[in-house]
């Protein structure tokens, strides 16, 4: 059984972004520019925030935070976003979620440029990943898909189950993996809450998704010998033996089901470092359109 170590990859990753930069640097005399817009306080929002700031600066990205009170108004967000929209230096913007209640969150995805989307999450770039057009990918899912190259797993003709449908995770890795190229070309089942039994769709996956939210929701009865198994949840559970009071654990029981698994990744230290990864690659490649 092997341990997938997204953080390793993830760090690859950022190695080799580093270079590239520094070869824009010199070929364009600037970088890439990602700005980062808060409203409120959520504490892990800013978290977030901050690792994503840390990131483009490790890489010589040049990174700005935008934090606005909880009482920013909707317009005031969309008009700070048009104004990001039309500033050359800036290649990438987003916008952390959740938003305060007062802001429709769908209206301010679809405010942020599609070209600067660096999410992945504008209606016009979820159409173009659905029928196979180049455009920003979504992160999480986008670094689900770079740890099945980097570990030379074969998806081709193999059957993906995605246990979660969510438009942040389980829709686009299903659409990406569908895909008829490279590194995708397998038969995909996305399963959910309406499944009568769960088990009968996930013991049939050679490659099994999980991003559900629900912490060690997938146990070793629920899969086959020889899974590869991609646990994107991120659940905070209580261990009152730790300093913190608590631990993450991901949807998957890793104990259990690293006894049959082929592949699996460890929560955490799997999918969670690739997803800023992969913002980072997208603020690159928002920079190189921008220069043709």
């Not at 950022?14 to 600037?30: F, M, T, W």
């Amino acid at each position: 059984m092997t341990i997938i170590d997204g953080k390793k990859v993830a760090q690859e990753i950022r190695n080799e972004l580093k270079e590239k930069v520094a070869g824009l640097k010199s070929a364009y005399g600037k970088v890439p520019g990602l700005v980062t817009i808060i409203v409120g306080e959520n504490p892990a929002s800013k978290v977030y925030v901050r690792m994503k700031h840390k990131a483009c600066e490790e890489v010589g990205m040049n990174p700005k935070i935008e934090a606005l009170p909880a009482t920013t108004s909707e317009d005031e967000l969309v008009s700070l976003i048009k104004k990001y929209n039309n500033d050359e230096n800036f290649h990438g913007i987003l916008v952390q979620l959740p938003l305060p209640e007062q802001i429709d969150e769908d209206k301010i995805i679809e405010t942020i440029s599609p070209e600067k989307d660096v999410d992945g999450f504008h209606p016009v770039n979820v159409g173009k990943l659905l029928i196979g057009q180049d455009t920003f990918e979504p992160c999480t899912p986008a670094g689900v898909v770079e740890l099945l190259k980097r570990y030379n797993i074969e998806t081709k003709g193999k059957h993906v189950v995605v246990v979660g449908r969510s438009n942040i995770v389980g829709k686009p890795v299903a659409a990406m993996l569908l895909q008829k190229k490279e590194g995708a070309n397998a038969i995909v089942t996305v399963c959910h809450s309406a499944a009568n039994n769960l088990s009968d769709y996930t013991k049939s996956a050679d490659i099994l998704i999980a991003a559900i939210g629900r912490p060690r929701f997938i146990t070793g009865e629920m899969v086959k010998e020889g899974v590869v198994v991609i646990d994107v949840g991120i659940n905070r559970v209580d261990a009152p033996e730790t300093k913190k009071g608590y631990k993450l654990v991901g949807d998957v029981d890793f104990d259990d089901v690293s006894q049959k698994a082929s592949f699996i990744t460890p929560v955490p230290g799997g999918v969670g470092p690739m997803t800023i990864a992969m913002l980072l690659n997208n603020t690159y490649k928002s920079f190189l359109r921008k220069q043709k």
